[in-house]
């Protein structure tokens, strides 16, 4: 601070001049000091103003923690918990009311963030996953899949900005490896209340649950079910506006909605190297996936139309159907409609008993019109798919006791079983997935899974089954 030019405010003026001198100073003994110049007592005093300064935040960083200590003591009090959720202002608290109701599992505020700035109140955090393929016929290998940083920030109370960029592979190089850096949502949200808020930009599209909870962590399976990456192509992102809300019809039920118009899909395009002069983004091999549309132009001139309504009765349990309709193809000819039905059920809700079970699933249809143009350039016909999961979680009291280190109260492990179906075009494809995973705590999972790749329901001499492990954390 020594040598720089200071413009000292009135008040602190006011507080050297009136600093009273030491005893010593006053009766002017010879051995006293001489009087503390301006300088010198202006530093003090900065100094003095530092340390309160850095009780203040020490008080603000204790009254975020006894609230959220105040929610988590409510959480149990249904009526409590739910005069909680009305009054959410912040990320922070709108994670605490989504992470009661259906954890990890609840969507855009059911990740786990933190660190907040001191002034906008910016938490960052991410998930980072790694995996291993052993399939039959196939090189094994290790794959560095995903790298997602995310950030979310209160700008104020009602204006709320959340980003997710995911790096793929190792993000875009020029060797080849196939890998991709993208925004997977950016969004700015004006909320007037929980009942009714305003979205717009790069929007994590309601199209079934799946795409909502995708994250590496919060799934107990490695790879996504085959209706995911195909008649709905998570990750699906498109840009455009529109709301969302939610709101508690009575008891503890809750009803959620999102309603966007967005770009839409890019399924029919313009190819003079095709017979017909236009090539279809639509297949029977990889459906809608290579049709997603990017974030810069609508290329048809044609909104299309999103939603998904979901409703919990009580924590633990959803169902949701969703959908997506709009024109597919340049000249804005023809429509494509994927629609979708989704739940999670917790039954130990009426039989105790069954504590640590859950089942979860989703069905989808792409309806797909076609006119003559259409179908000479290859556009298939309707495509479906569906999965439907079992989860049993559970622990061992003797292993927490044997080896408290590793687990801890809060370690479990899961057992899976899940069936997969999908149907492009009369492309059918069946799978079998049997999994035991462990989470030493809830954001850390390591996966051991066992893919039987079907073919009409018959497991038939084809070398494509395959053993895999990843391990996920968000962070």
């Known amino acids: 601070m020594r040598g720089r030019t200071r413009t000292v405010p009135v008040f602190l003026w006011i507080a050297i001049l009136s600093t009273p001198v030491s005893a010593a100073q006053e009766k002017g003994g010879g051995d006293a000091e001489g009087p503390a110049s301006v300088e010198e007592r202006l530093s003090r005093l900065e100094k003095e103003l530092e340390v309160q300064r850095a009780r203040n935040e020490a008080l603000e960083k204790e009254v975020e923690t006894l609230r959220r200590l105040n929610f988590e003591s409510n959480a149990g009090d249904a009526e409590a918990r739910a005069a909680l959720e009305r009054d959410v202002d912040s990320f922070v608290a709108r994670a605490a009311a989504a992470q009661e109701r259906l954890g990890p599992k609840a969507g855009l505020y059911g990740k786990p963030f933190l660190s907040p700035a001191r002034e906008r109140r910016t938490y960052v955090g991410g998930y980072i996953d790694l995996e291993y393929f052993d399939t039959e016929g196939e090189d094994r290998r290790f794959t560095q899949r995903r790298f997602v940083p995310f950030l979310y920030a209160d700008v104020t109370d009602q204006v709320k900005v959340a980003a997710e960029i995911e790096f793929e592979f190792g993000g875009t190089d020029s060797e080849g490896g196939g890998g991709e850096t993208k925004v997977e949502f950016a969004t700015l949200d004006y909320v007037i209340d929980e009942a009714f808020g305003f979205r717009a930009g790069a929007i ?76 279809s983004l639509l297949d029977d091999s990889s459906g809608t996936r290579d049709a997603r549309a990017g974030l810069r132009f609508d290329s048809n001139n044609s909104a299309a139309g999103a939603g998904r309504l979901a409703f919990s009765p009580f924590l633990g349990s959803e169902v949701g159907l969703s959908a997506h309709a709009g024109k597919y193809d340049d000249g804005a000819d023809n429509t494509m409609v994927i629609w979708a039905v989704d739940g999670i059920f917790q039954p130990a809700r009426f039989v105790p008993e ?122």
């Open 354 to 475: 069954l504590g640590g079970l859950e089942f979860q699933g989703e069905f989808a249809r792409a309806e797909i019109e076609r006119d003559a143009l259409a179908r000479s350039s290859g556009v298939p016909g309707d495509l479906w798919g569906y999965y439907g999961q079992a989860n049993y979680h559970f622990m061992f009291d003797f292993l927490r006791e044997a080896v408290p280190a590793v687990f801890r109260e809060e370690s479990t492990f899961t057992l899976v079983t899940r069936l997969d179906e999908t149907d492009l075009d009369s492309n059918r494809s069946e799978r079998v997935t049997v999994g035991l995973n462990f989470r030493p705590v809830e954001d850390t999972v390591f996966k051991f899974d066992y893919q039987l790749n079907l073919e009409d329901w018959d497991h038939r001499e084809i070398d494509n089954d395959a053993f895999v492990f990843s391990v996920a954390s968000y962070f």
């Open 204 to 279: 994590l599209v309601p199209l079934g649950k799946f795409n909502l909870i995708h994250d590496s962590p919060v799934n107990d399976l490695t790879d996504r079910p085959l209706v995911a990456r195909t008649v709905i192509p998570t990750t699906l992102t498109e840009a455009g506006l529109g709301f969302f809300g939610s709101t508690y019809p009575f008891g503890e039920s809750k009803l959620d909605y999102e309603v966007y118009f967005l770009n839409g899909f890019r399924g029919l395009v313009e190819d003079a190297n095709a017979p017909t002069g236009f090539r």
